[in-house]
């Protein structure tokens, strides 16, 4: 007789969730939990489902900032605690649609009369991350625009956008996203395409909108400028979760993408993981196993592998949402804690041949997370082998693997869905968006403040003044080289960062460098 493994049929069942009406489901049994862990955890969990119900009805959920935590407004606005807020969500989904359309039916024109058949995104972070993994996942070769992204302040990636687009600048649209509008990033992709536009001779303000806070530094230049419209972003909004705001419905709707079916998914699991019941709640069921296995700490990192092309940007997408929301360095009550969970991923089985074999047989420091997507392909199916598809060996990796991790001792979960389309993929959002929220009460930190991103920003601020500085002490000593240690001193900044802003400098042409035997013999002048 052949050796089997023990079955784990009646684990399967016995922690196996499943959404039929949505053909969503989640499967942790290959996690290797102990019976008694929800037991344990009941207190903790009572009170994350009070938790969330609490914010969802506009309590404080940022204490930091004095702000409520709406994201889930967004898709069932109807929920929202004030008539205003509920009124509000609608009319901007429907100025969004109302604008796309006019532009899809070529009643807004650009100033020549041609239709816009591109569209650039100016942003970063949330501000990018989501529409991209929107526009990759659901896009197709008959959407209604072209859409690009200037998602970094990288000079080569600006210039690589306006390359391809070429002579089409004068049919495409920029959408500049920003909710203070003083990101530096966003600020510098907008002024570098304003240069693209002033440089064609085209009036740069008939081709741009802004999506903004109101006030804001980008609202006010928007509105100075004539810019052809705004939509809102709103403080009750983070960016790692405004994707069903119109930084992600506005790119969304330009494409010619259903956002309706993307809200309506988003609602649906909404529904679903709203009910306080573990048994019922893939979310909280989630936040459980990422806290069983980081034993409530993070100490294990978070694989995701989407077994779907359309899907390879979910990884990227979930660093942001994960890792910015759970990433804390102090706790509620000020207690020093460290908390976080480190996400990575890519796609399988691209993976089989990447680093799967790390996670098999190597260090045990992470748990996986599998996601399987039922329908292989719209239109008819194609065998390679005799009753045996593409897909087919897709879905036989995906359980060969599951299968070698488990009998390796490592962790996985797995997250099925029917197939990649608006609905499901706005359903698989918003799975995670709760259980981010649910495991940020189960450790008591704040999920929805980013401190550690501010102090980054003010830090390169700090260089960027510095660089002002070195540059001034060479005007003031021009042809005259000098070291790094002699213009740190005159700058008052420290050598080693003179060094690399030199050199930084130098490498664009800014100032010429004599390289010595040391870095401290190296000669600078301008």
Known sequence: MPNHAPSLWNRFQAYFIRYNDLGISLDVSRMRFPEDLFSNLNARIRASFESMAALEKGSLANPDEGRMVGHYWLRSPELSPTVDLNQTIGKTVADINDFARSIHQGVLKTPAGKNFKNAIIVGIGGSALGPQLVADALG?????????????TDPEGIDRVFDTIGTGIDETLVVVISKSGGTKETRNGMLEAKARFDKAGLPYAKFFVAVTGEGSELFQFATKEKWITLFPMWDWVG???????????????LQGLDTDAFLKGAAAMDAKTRVPQLSKNASMMLALMWYYAGNGKGEKDMVILPYKDRLVLMSKYLQQLVMESLGKERDLDGKLVHQGIAVYGNKGSTDQHAYVQQLRDGVHNFFATFIEVRKERKGSLMEVEQGITAGDYLQGFLRGTRTALYEGGRDSMTITIPEVNAFNLGALIALYE???????????????HQPGVESGKKAATKVLQNQVAVASVLSQNKGVGLSATAVAAK???????????????????????????????DLFKA
């Open 239 to 253: 960016g790692r979760t405004s994707v069903m705001s119109a930084v992600g419905l506005l790119p969304m709707a």
């Open 434 to 448: 709760r259980a981010v929220g649910f495991y940020a009460t189960l450790v008591n930190i704040n999920a929805y």
């Open 140 to 152: 197709t070769t008959s959407d209604q625009m072209k859409i690009y992204y200037l998602d970094n």
């Open 491 to 521: 700058a008052g900044i420290d050598p080693e960062e003179a060094f690399h802003i030199l050199h930084q400098m130098g490498g664009n042409g800014k100032v010429s460098v004599q390289q010595g035997s040391t870095p401290g013999a």
